[in-house]
């Protein structure tokens, strides 16, 4: 069983920044592949960003590269989203979530796009950004 509570949310103007955190409960967070969703009112989950279990490769949404990055510690059972030239279209409620991961996926990131494949899901912070 894991357990993710994100922080770090708020109120932000466009053009500025926020860092997301989520920390994991149990021992074996390194085994997890890591991922990033948001949810806009009326609109469907979608896919932020990811990292692999061993925290070597991500991924990202085109709609945020160049802008976002992923990052996990995986000695303090947390992972980040820093968040940068933040616009009024990533407003939404960000979750993050955890997916084990076997083998040679530990190192990659590639199969961490689909909300579905998910095991575990943190409540969810509210980022607003203003225009």
């Known amino acids: 069983q894991v357990q993710l509570v994100e922080s770090g949310g708020g109120l932000v103007q466009a053009g500025g920044s926020l860092r997301l955190s989520c920390a994991a409960s149990?021992?074996?967070?390194?085994?997890?592949?890591m991922g990033w969703f948001r949810q806009a009112p009326g609109k469907e989950r979608e896919f932020v960003a990811a990292?692999?279990?061993?925290?070597?490769?991500?991924d990202y949404a085109d709609s945020v590269k160049g802008r976002f990055t992923i990052s996990r510690d995986n000695a303090k059972n947390t992972v980040y989203l820093e968040m940068n030239n933040l616009r009024p279209e990533d407003t939404a409620v960000y979750y993050c979530?955890?997916?084990?991961?076997?083998?040679?996926?530990?190192?990659?990131?590639?199969?961490?796009?689909?909300?579905?494949?998910?095991?575990?899901w943190g409540q969810g912070t509210q980022v607003t950004v203003s225009s």
């Open positions: 149990g021992r074996t967070f390194s085994l997890y592949g």
């Open positions: 979530a955890a997916k084990r991961a076997f083998g040679s996926t530990r190192y990659t990131a590639s199969g961490l796009h689909e909300h579905g494949d998910y095991h575990y």
């Open positions: 990292i692999s279990a061993s925290g070597g490769t991500t």
